[in-house]
């Protein structure tokens, strides 16, 4: 088989982002300990670069590359610019993280370069091979990265548990996969989508194939009953793992539920939009009453998500283009808030010491009324609280939903988020009128100073103008 030049222009973010990976590792093994914070530069430089040929692919049609197996299009485009971004954002926290704790070494970036390489894979997949690769290329570098702190006996124990149930969910993804080509005789997800359309009748191999699949895009997502690793990873990964594990890869797991859900089980729709039904009100419930009793940050946070998937995963269900542009606006501007929160556990945290308890949050007002002003816009934002751009997120979702006439479901969703917001709230009243265990000003690098203030005006931001934001995702679905 022979390949065109324009089908390697398709996959040039791709292929950036694999060369610079490459060449920051061999950097690395020869000047990182001279030069710590090269492969950190590098790392960033890639990132920027790479949005800037993503994000200049937008105005690009849709294009099938390498036998069908690749597709770039205008979604694509948009959600892998937004990795970048993202990832970007992680990475300036994580090297105020490591500099705090000593444990500044290059390996990570390349990790996390890698980790992003797989979610672009994901993004631009046409084929279950592909989406596969795509998904075990992300897995494995984010193995590596939650056990990253060899010392760390919580980072070990959680790394296994990601590792263990990781490779569950991938086998049964994988083998709901082989059922669906069993039935349909392809791997591209086009011509599977062709096949179930034309198929009469219930196929009992596509039913379970389906099933299998679901279970390990909701573990992927984090989704009820399928959460069991998420608090755990969390709370015993380095907070600057964490933080990378808790956006940029929501992202790729919309777009690979997209790819599977929507392009190929289309016609299934019935099906599916009955079993995300149950993972929507469970994720719903269980995220956002099990979060009040949470007194550690990062596994508030855990449970936070949780429930924030059921939300994503609502505007799937409605299975119409405003649904799906409603989860897409979601999943970028989740990700963005996400960040930001866990962002601000690094600016607490001491060396040696991590601020993830909640009384570490005491006061803050009085140390730094300006990053309490920040917390406070990231927290309203997860809790939806208007104008933060979490309020037009979980509205534009819940609009698709009611226009489809499942309105109960938007009231089980408005319910639990009322009670979720009390924990948000909690963390307001703690930043506000409690007394700080310290008096002692906040001792913050300048580029993590910088990071927080634009993450937080950004949401802010985009809570007072989210109509760009919005077109963009409706228009790249068009």
């Not at 998904?135 to 124990?157: G, K």
């Not at 924030?308 to 963005?336: E, P, Q, R």
């Not at 007394?435 to 580029?447: F, H, K, Q, R």
């Amino acid at each position: 088989m022979q390949f065109s030049f324009s089908e390697f222009l398709t996959v040039a973010p791709e292929l950036f982002v694999l060369t610079m990976a490459s060449a920051i590792l061999v950097v690395e093994a020869f000047f990182g300990r001279e030069r710590p914070r090269l492969s950190y530069t590098l790392a960033q430089l890639t990132l920027v670069l790479a949005a800037v040929i993503s994000g200049s692919m937008l105005d690009t049609g849709r294009e099938l590359a390498f036998g069908g197996t690749f597709v770039h299009d205008p979604m694509a485009a948009l959600l892998k610019t937004g990795v970048f971004l993202i990832a970007l954002g992680a990475f300036v926290y994580a090297r105020s993280y490591h500099a705090t704790m000593g444990s500044l070494r290059g390996e990570f970036y390349v990790l996390g370069l890698f980790a992003v390489l797989g979610m672009q894979v994901m993004i631009s997949a046409h084929s279950l091979l592909t989406i596969y690769l795509g998904l075990e290329l992300l897995s494995l570098s984010l193995y590596a990265m939650v056990a990253f702190d060899r010392d760390s006996s919580p980072a070990s124990e959680a790394a296994m548990k990601y590792f263990v149930l990781g490779a569950l969910a991938s086998g049964m993804l994988l083998y709901g996969m082989s059922m669906l080509y069993g039935a349909t005789g392809s791997l591209d997800l086009a011509v599977i989508a062709s096949v179930l359309r034309e198929m009469d009748g219930q196929d009992m191999v596509l039913v379970f194939g389906l099933c299998f699949m679901l279970v390990g895009l909701a573990f992927k997502f984090g989704a009820v009953p399928f959460h069991m690793w998420i608090p755990d990873v969390y709370h015993g990964a380095p907070t600057a793992v964490t933080l990378f594990i808790g956006s940029a890869p929501k992202i790729a797991a919309f777009a690979m539920t997209l790819r599977l859900l929507v392009e190929a089980l289309g016609s299934l729709a019935s099906d599916w939009q009955a079993m995300l039904v149950i993972m929507v009100v469970l994720s719903l419930a269980i995220g956002n009453v099990v979060a009040i009793a949470q007194t550690n940050m990062k596994r508030m946070l855990a449970y936070s998500t949780i429930s924030h998937v059921g939300f994503l995963l609502l505007g799937i269900l409605a299975a119409t283009d405003a649904g799906y542009s409603a989860a897409m606006f979601y999943a970028i501007t989740y990700a963005l808030t996400a960040i930001g929160a866990f962002g601000m556990i690094i600016l607490l945290s001491r060396t040696g010491i991590e601020a993830d308890s909640l009384d570490d949050f005491s006061g803050l007002n009085a140390r730094s009324p300006w990053f309490a002003f920040m917390m406070l816009v990231l927290m309203f934002s997860m809790a939806g609280v208007p104008p933060t751009v979490g309020f037009y997120a979980k509205l534009s979702v819940l609009q698709a939903v009611i226009n489809v006439d499942m309105v109960w479901l938007a009231v089980v969703a408005v319910m639990f988020s009322v009670i979720g917001a009390f924990y948000y709230i909690r963390i307001i009243k703690l930043m506000y009128f409690d007394a700080p265990a310290t008096d002692a000003p906040l001792e913050v690098a300048n580029d993590l100073q910088v990071a927080l203030s634009v993450n937080g005006l950004a949401v802010l931001g985009l809570g007072l103008f989210p109509g760009g934001l919005l077109a963009l995702c409706a228009g790249v679905l068009a």
